[in-house]
């Protein structure tokens, strides 16, 4: 059986040889007679797969040595329900809502406090990112979401808050661009779609960040005592740590995220392009915030939607379906996506163009 191209949103395509090396390393992993799977989180050979898997996300996004970084259980809607129990120390907390996840993890936080929507891009079908170049200062967090998964739109600035912390989910473009990780106090994705399997979350946070959580936030969601035992308070999410670092090995190998980055764009270039040609399809997304990772476009007609989807899916690219509240298409097009995915993914639809028109 020959593999598809897989364009699902999450979880996603993992890069052939890290699934391969871990098929190797199923049933013995490095002569230890065990599967990562089987192994005590506390042993010596576990021990160093964590530690490598931090080093190397530390060397690929430049981590500076006063941020911590943890591996931890429960996605990133359990990390944005964290942000609020470990940082509202004031009440007060300024969010930028530019699409579901966002709005979600405002919904959230206003448990515990005074929620601010300071931008929103609702008024639009979130088809945008807002700007905003000024912020109250006595917030006690900003919270963004970088990249928006279902509307494909994503951030090109990183908001200037001052002493505000910024708080950001990059769980749909972590490790896909170089990013400058010192102008966020706290960074947090979920590992499923460019860093392995579900299950995993990575959270990066300045360590002048801990030690700020509220009373009733339950131990697994202190981020203080999460750093304080090495993201081993209980079972870590071991084999989807295993796999990111497998992952991260993979775009190590390649170059770093400069050459990511470049990948990514021109795999990008390539479905945006022929979008703005096309009489068929249209993007959904404004161009200056036009997502590298999830591109979404529609033709206007939901049966035409629906059957560019089904004869896709018979040539081999799937889950190109968009989410229900844009409708029509979504090709996520992450890290593991191969160029030759996005370019037979086009051709396809200049074929398809051709008989539909
Ligand atoms: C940007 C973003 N934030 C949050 C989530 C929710 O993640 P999880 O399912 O890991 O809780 C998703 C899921 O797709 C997402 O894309």
Redesign the pocket.
């Known amino acids: 059986m020959s593999r598809v191209y897989n364009f699902s949103?999450?979880p996603s395509m993992l890069p052939l040889a890290v699934l391969e090396q871990a098929a190797k390393e199923m049933t013995d992993y490095n002569g230890s007679g065990m599967s990562v799977m089987e192994m005590s989180h506390r042993s010596p050979v576990y021990e160093s797969v964590i530690a490598e898997t931090e080093k190397d996300i530390r060397t690929l996004m430049s981590i500076p040595d006063n941020y911590k970084v943890l591996f931890l259980q429960g996605?990133?809607?359990?990390q944005?329900s964290a942000v609020p129990l470990n940082l509202m120390k004031t009440g007060k907390a300024d969010y930028i809502v530019s699409g579901q996840?966002s709005g979600k993890a405002a919904k959230e936080a206003e448990k515990y406090g005074a929620v601010k929507v300071i931008a929103s891009s609702k008024d639009k079908n979130f088809t945008y990112v807002p700007y905003v170049g000024d912020f109250s200062d006595d917030a006690d967090y900003v919270h963004i979401?970088w990249?928006?998964?279902?509307f494909g739109t994503a951030f090109n600035y990183i908001p200037e808050t001052g002493t505000t912390p910024l708080v950001a989910?990059m769980?749909?473009s972590i490790l896909s661009q170089p990013i400058d990780v010192s102008k966020f106090a706290v960074i947090y994705a979920?590992a499923?779609?460019n860093m392995g399997p579900?299950g995993l979350?990575v959270v990066i946070v300045r360590e002048d960040m801990l030690g700020m959580s509220r009373p009733e936030t339950p131990v697994m969601l202190d981020w203080k005592v999460q750093a304080e035992n090495d993201s081993m308070y209980n079972t870590p999410p071991c084999y989807s740590i295993y796999v990111a670092g497998l992952v991260f090995k993979w775009i190590l190998a390649l170059g770093g995220l400069d050459e990511m980055k470049k990948i990514n764009e021109r795999k990008a270039a390539v479905l945006y392009d022929y979008l703005d040609g096309s009489k068929l399809f249209k993007p959904t997304a404004v161009k200056e915030n036009r997502s590298l990772m999830n591109v979404c476009f529609v033709t206007g007609n939901p049966d035409t939607d629906k059957k560019f989807c089904s004869e896709a899916a018979k040539a081999g690219f799937v889950n190109i379906k968009g989410h229900r509240s844009v409708g029509g298409m979504r090709a996520s097009i992450y890290n593991a996506m191969p160029v030759e995915g996005v370019e037979l993914l086009v051709k396809f639809m200049e074929e398809f163009e051709r008989s539909n028109a």
């Open positions: 949103a999450g996605g990133a809607t359990t944005f996840f979401c990249n928006n998964t279902i989910d769980s749909s979920g499923q779609k579900a979350t």
